[in-house]
């Protein structure tokens, strides 16, 4: 079945310490690719998207995904997390479907920092 | 640039009473969606309005649920009645151009509680 898969649902970092979140799709073709965050109180925010061309995206924030085609994945990464990163943060995608603009959504993946 | 904004932010209300969501999405933005999480869930699409017109709907759960977008602005998601299973967190989204790469904007949603 087409999916969007985050395997984890919650993740406690260290602040400073570097961070990776998964995703992964299953659909026959490459879909379009985003990741959002929901802040506290907040509505989802956009954080980086991907299409097409170089794999490796540069978002907001300091965060970069890596699109790997032959592993289905779009990892969310981010170098050293700050405090004010605590949040919801999920993996989207559009599938390339005619007539199709909704986002499908995995279940996202909250993470803690720990001071 | 006011983003998107929901109405309430927080609505409970008891089985079988009706109850009607307000989203005022970014001025000019054509395209207006509305999602649901419900609780351990992910995020699911409900439907996708381009200006006045339903584009998609295949999302909606039940005909309980009921979108309107008179004159092209401001939508309304009516349920009536409310179920228990009803309960969640309805967000609302926007964008300009309607297309697979376009950002879709989301409000802060609302929180519906059905006792």
């Known amino acids: 079945a087409q999916s969007v898969t985050q395997p984890d649902i919650h993740i406690t970092v260290s602040e400073g310490a570097s961070l990776e979140l998964r995703c992964n799709y299953s659909?026959?073709?490459?879909?379009?690719l985003f990741w959002y965050v929901q802040s506290p109180g907040q509505g989802l925010q956009l954080l980086l998207k991907?299409?097409?061309?170089?794999?490796l995206v540069q978002g907001i924030k300091g965060f970069e995904a890596e699109f790997k085609r032959s592993q289905s994945s779009f990892n969310l990464r981010k170098p050293s997390v700050h405090w004010s990163d605590a949040a919801e943060y999920f993996c989207?995608?559009?599938?390339?479907?005619?007539?199709?603009?909704?986002?499908?959504f995995g279940q996202g993946t909250r993470l803690t920092i720990n001071p | 640039e006011a983003g998107v904004t929901q109405f309430p932010s927080h609505s409970v209300i008891e089985k079988g009473q009706t109850v009607t969501l307000r989203c005022d999405p970014i001025s000019g933005h054509d395209n207006l969606y509305w999602y649901r999480r419900v609780m351990g869930k992910e995020i699911k699409f409900l439907l996708h309005f381009v200006k006045e017109s339903k584009q998609d709907e295949s999302g909606m759960p039940n005909n309980r649920f009921l979108a309107e977008r008179t004159g092209g602005t401001y939508s309304t998601l009516k349920v009536q009645p409310a179920e228990l299973e009803d309960s969640g967190v309805y967000f609302c989204a926007s964008s300009q151009v309607a297309g697979y790469t376009d950002t879709q904007y989301f409000g802060p949603g609302t929180r519906l509680t059905v006792l």
């Open positions: 659909y026959g073709a490459t879909p379009y």
């Open positions: 991907y299409f097409s061309g170089d794999t």
């Open positions: 989207a995608v559009v599938p390339v479907i005619q007539g199709a603009q909704k986002l499908v």
